[in-house]
């Protein structure tokens, strides 16, 4: 009998130290998990500053103090930042505070824009594709915030851009609701299209770091292809992230 191959994921991007206010573990310790779960790539990417109780701006200019590498882990600089308009705007300012950031992940959070309606949940999150530095649109599965998935992925496609496979968000009790139900759409469509998607741990203790097994089960579910998956393949990695 033919056994399917394993492919081990080499990245996690989206992880949270305790900067950003809501999680508990340092940069250190996360870097520490991610080498302890065979990561070659490891990226810090703290809340952005409209966040209640996030870090402020001179925490992401600053972040040039972490090496670029720490015991054989690749460390990327990044921002979780927040969408805080329909126009797809962020909390991310782009001048000699982000510098020295490699990467942002673009997220709607209830506590930083409300839900609004479909066309502006839409049109919000595919405007803040265009943003500089946005390479990952995070968490798109939230139920709160209703969204054309067809327009989303099309969009990712045209402007190279990411869309996460979050593995907290299919946690058991995760708080954003229907997470399982809009990711088979939306992992359908990406199917359909060809578009490549990103597994994001969403840490916010060491120990989540580079821990992606609900959403590996669900692309087994759903037989997603592999080779969608930026993670498991490292030369996609160093292209798109520029390594």
């Given at each position: 009998m033919e056994r399917k191959s394993i492919m081990k994921a080499l990245i996690d991007l989206h992880t949270h130290a305790l900067s950003s206010g809501h999680a508990y573990s340092t940069v250190?310790?996360?870097?520490?998990?991610?080498?302890?779960?065979?990561?070659?790539?490891?990226?810090?990417?703290?809340?952005?500053?409209n966040m209640p109780g996030g870090p402020h701006l001179f925490y992401f200019q600053n972040l040039k103090v972490i090496p670029s590498e720490v015991n054989g882990v690749r460390v990327l600089r990044g921002m979780e930042a927040n969408i805080i308009d329909y126009d797809g705007n962020t909390d991310a300012v782009f001048d000699e505070y982000t510098t020295g950031i490699d990467y942002l992940i673009a997220s709607l959070h209830t506590v930083c824009l409300e839900p609004g309606t479909k066309e502006e949940n839409t049109r919000a999150t595919i405007n803040a594709m265009d943003?500089?530095?946005?390479?990952?649109?995070?968490?798109p599965d939230d139920g709160r915030y209703e969204l054309d998935y067809e327009a989303v992925v099309k969009a990712a496609k045209e402007k190279n851009?990411?869309?996460?496979?979050?593995?907290?968000?299919?946690?058991?009790?995760?708080?954003?609701?229907?997470?399982?139900?809009?990711?088979?759409?939306?992992?359908?469509l990406c199917k359909k299209y060809k578009v490549k998607i990103i597994l994001g741990s969403d840490a916010h203790i060491c120990y989540q770091v580079g821990i992606f097994d609900n959403a590996e089960k669900l692309l087994e579910e759903v037989d997603f292809p592999k080779e969608l998956v930026i993670n498991y393949h490292e030369d996609e990695i160093k292209k798109f992230f520029n390594l």
């Open positions: 250190k310790e996360n870097i520490e998990y991610a080498k302890i779960n065979n990561l070659k790539y490891y990226g810090i990417s703290d809340h952005g500053i943003k500089p530095l946005v390479k990952i649109i995070g968490h851009v990411l869309l996460e496979v979050n593995n907290s968000s299919l946690n058991q009790g995760a708080f954003r609701p229907n997470a399982r139900e809009n990711y088979k759409e939306l992992l359908d």
